[in-house]
Structure formats: structure tokens, C-alpha cells
């Protein structure tokens, strides 16, 4: 998280203890690297061309993470073979959010006591729920797409507006998988220092046996920033 920056985001490691560890402080140090360098000089050279189709904030993300991929998958070799990691980044400009996603951590947002999935799992489990179909204990956590997975690897993007009041949670399925809607929702109405705090609790009193991972931002009325403007 560096709000400096503009920048929320969770990765969360695949491939073992070590891999999964590896997998996702690349992920980390590449996001923080990569905005932090274009903090600095937004005209500096990008290593991936950006897309007429997207706006400057959108090619922000969608760069960061191909970045991010492209490290991932240099680094697998001997016992990083098998190692990925899911993202899941916000990235902010005044009233602005875009958010970039590969894997099944996910955004939420809280919207005058709304809640809304503002993220698409890249998994089996999601494409059989879509298709109306069951999904089986043992496909919960097959990903179709990760950092890492494949060279040709890239995230999902949705640009939305900010409005005063909106609360969002990005987390690992550690958290959500284990909560419902409702309890999320609860959660996210309480003040954030107790909402993080709590939402991991119960994520673990509900069951919940993998890593956690959990970022609460709210949007106040001055939702500006320093530093540039993509």
C-alpha cells in the first residue's frame, strides 16, 4: 500500500511456501518500483507500449502488471518452477479508480450500504458459477490466469468514479472465501481501523486456513493527492 502513490494493491503468492513468498514480493516491488519511476518522470520510457484504447491511468496499471508478469516468469527456474501470484491493484487519481486484476483476490466497495464485487475471479470456479453450473470443492481454487502463469499473462481493467463516502476492500481469497457479502458488508460500515482488524477475525473464526491479506481505503470529501497526474 502506498498511498503516495496513488497505489493499493494485494498479491498473493502461488507455488509452495518459498515460491508463493518470491511470486508476490516481485509483484510488490514491481508495482511500487514502476509507479514510483513514473512519479518521477512520467515521460520516461515505458517497456511496454501503451494502448490507444486506454486512458494514461489505465496503461498505468495495465503496464505495471505486464511488468510484473514478465518478472515473475524470468525468475522461474529450479524450485520456482511452479510459482505465480495473483493482483489485484487500485489505483487512484483525484475521483478516479482504476483497477487492474489477474487471479482471485478481489475489490469491493462499499457504496451507501451497497456492497458490490468490483473484480472477476480468473477461475474455473467463477466460469462455472457464470455458466449456472456447480462448482465442486476440488476446482475452488484452479485459476485460469496469474501472474506467472503464462508469458502472455494480462489483467482485467474497469475504470469507476469516487464518491465521498465509498469504502473499499481489496483482499486475498483467504478473506472472502470464508465470508459472505453480508459479513464483508458489516465489516466495511465500521470505522476502518476496526474494519481490517475485524474482517481478518472473523475470516479466521469462520474457518479460513490460508494467508490473509486485507486493504480498507475510504474516500473522503478531499480525495486529492500529490505528485502527478497520469
Known amino acids: 500500500m502506498e498511498p503516495e502513490l496513488g497505489l493499493f494493491a494485494v498479491a498473493d503468492g502461488m507455488g509452495g511456501y518459498e515460491g508463493g ?9 514491481t508495482l511500487v518500483d514502476f509507479f514510483t519511476r513514473n512519479e518521477i518522470d512520467a515521460d520516461g520510457t515505458w517497456p511496454f507500449a501503451e494502448s490507444r484504447e486506454h486512458g494514461p491511468l489505465e496503461n498505468l496499471v495495465d503496464v505495471a502488471l505486464r511488468l510484473a508478469n514478465r518478472e515473475v516468469v524470468a525468475r522461474k ?7 505465480g501470484s495473483t493482483a489485484t491493484v ?9 483497477v487492474g486484476n489477474i487471479g ?8 451507501v450500504g451497497a456492497l ?7 477461475s474455473v470456479a467463477e466460469e462455472l458459477l457464470a455458466a449456472g453450473g456447480d462448482v465442486a470443492e476440488s476446482w475452488r481454487h484452479c485459476l485460469t490466469k496469474a501472474v506467472g502463469m503464462s508469458s502472455t499473462s494480462r489483467a482485467s ?16 481469497d483467504g478473506l472472502w472465501e470464508p465470508l459472505g457479502d453480508e459479513a464483508i458488508a458489516k465489516w466495511l460500515a465500521a470505522p476502518v481501523d476496526a474494519a481490517c482488524a475485524g474482517l481478518i477475525e472473523a475470516a479466521y473464526a469462520a474457518g479460513s486456513r490460508d494467508n490473509i ?3 480498507i481505503v475510504a474516500a473522503s470529501e478531499d480525495q486529492s493527492r500529490p505528485g502527478r497526474m497520469p
Open 21 to 29: 513468498e518470491v511470486a508476490s514480493g516481485i509483484v510488490a516491488d
Open 77 to 83: 527456474q529450479g524450485r520456482l518452477a511452479q510459482m
Open 213 to 215: 491479506t486485507a486493504v
Open 104 to 111: 482471485d483476490s478481489r475489490l469491493y466497495r462499499l457504496r
Open 157 to 172: 481493467l474497469r475504470t469507476e468514479a469516487i464518491e465521498t463516502g465509498d469504502v473499499y476492500l481489496v483482499c486475498s
Open 90 to 98: 487500485a489505483a487512484v487519481r483525484g475521483r478516479r479508480l482504476v
Open 116 to 122: 458490490e464485487r468490483l473484480t472477476r475471479d480468473d
